[in-house]
Nanobody, 124 residues
Framework: QVQLVESGGGLVQAGGSLRLSCAAS????????MGWFRQAPGKEREFVAA????????SDADSVKGRFTISRDNAKNTVYLQMNSLKPEDTAVYYC?????????????????WGQGTQVTVSS
């Protein structure tokens, strides 16, 4: 079993930045790949970014390319999402997720454990 706790969400103006963190516990952190997903009101949950278990491979959605960066610190059992140049359409609840295996998958169904989410609101 893996427990995931997100933090770092909040209210920010368009063009601003936020850094989300996700602290993991319960298993050896370096044995699973991590992902960030988001869900806006009335919309389906969607992929944002993912990182392999070693951290050497990342993947991100076209909508956030060049603005968001995923990273991880295996010594601290934490994955991060640095979000720059935020837009109102980035407003959503952001979830981190973990999956056994090395691949940074964009598929929601590939993930085994999920956090409770953290709200990000971008004002125009």
């Amino acid at each position: 079993q893996v427990q995931l706790v997100e933090s770092g969400g909040g209210l920010v103006q368009a063009g601003g930045s936020l850094r989300l963190s996700c602290a993991a516990s319960g298993r050896t952190f370096s044995t699973y790949a991590m992902g960030w997903f988001r869900q806006a009101p009335g919309k389906e949950r969607e992929f944002v970014a993912a990182i392999s278990r070693s951290g050497d491979t990342t993947s991100d959605a076209d909508s956030v390319k060049g603005r968001f960066t995923i990273s991880r610190d295996n010594a601290k059992n934490t994955v991060y999402l640095q979000m720059n140049s935020l837009k109102p359409e980035d407003t959503a609840v952001y979830y981190c997720a973990a999956r056994l295996g090395s691949i940074a998958s964009p598929r929601i169904g590939a993930y085994d454990w999920w956090g409770q989410g953290t709200q990000v609101t971008v004002s125009s």
